[in-house]
């Protein structure tokens, strides 16, 4: 593939750049197979990459898949809040209720301001806040290889 996809690193629970824990995200991983977003995730050498794609289920706002340097994994906290940044970084979603699509079913999630940043409460009895430092990039899936 020879398109250009947006990424977005994000640095989790903390206030200060290059601290936290990093999470990646990609905006548009529709029509991205499984190898490419492997060889991505690969490329990050980040602990989570959260891809974003078009809901599957209905009432869900967005996909979220989440993969590892080497695999697909089923769901990862701070992962969705590197996504959750993407998208509303990219003016893609804005605070209040939302509802996504993961491997593990629905997943609803609250977001507002906070007085330190953004703040993501997730669901499934999770009660985080992610500060929302970021170092943004555009990867060419097709250039990695």
Do not use: W
């Not at 990459?49 to 697909?72: D, H, N, Q, W």
């Not at 509802?99 to 007085?115: I, K, M, S, Y």
């Not at 985080?128 to 290889?145: S, T």
């Amino acid at each position: 593939m020879g398109r250009a996809v947006p990424f977005v690193q994000a640095d989790i629970f903390t206030t200060r750049a290059f601290a936290g824990n990093p999470a990646g995200a990609v905006l548009d991983a529709d029509g991205l197979d499984e190898a490419e977003m492997g060889r991505i995730a690969a490329e990050m050498r980040l602990a989570g990459t959260c891809f974003v794609a078009r809901a599957t289920k209905a009432g869900a706002m967005y996909r979220l898949i989440y993969r590892s340097p080497t695999r697909e994994i089923p769901y990862s906290g701070h992962t969705t809040l590197g996504g959750v940044h993407a998208l509303l970084e990219a003016g893609r979603l804005g605070p209040g209720e939302a509802l996504f699509d993961t491997a593990v079913g629905l997943l609803p999630a609250t977001v507002g301001p906070g007085r330190l940043g953004a703040v993501a409460g997730l669901g499934y009895g999770l009660a985080v806040f992610a500060l929302l430092n970021r170092a943004m990039r555009r990867v060419d899936a097709g250039a990695l290889g």
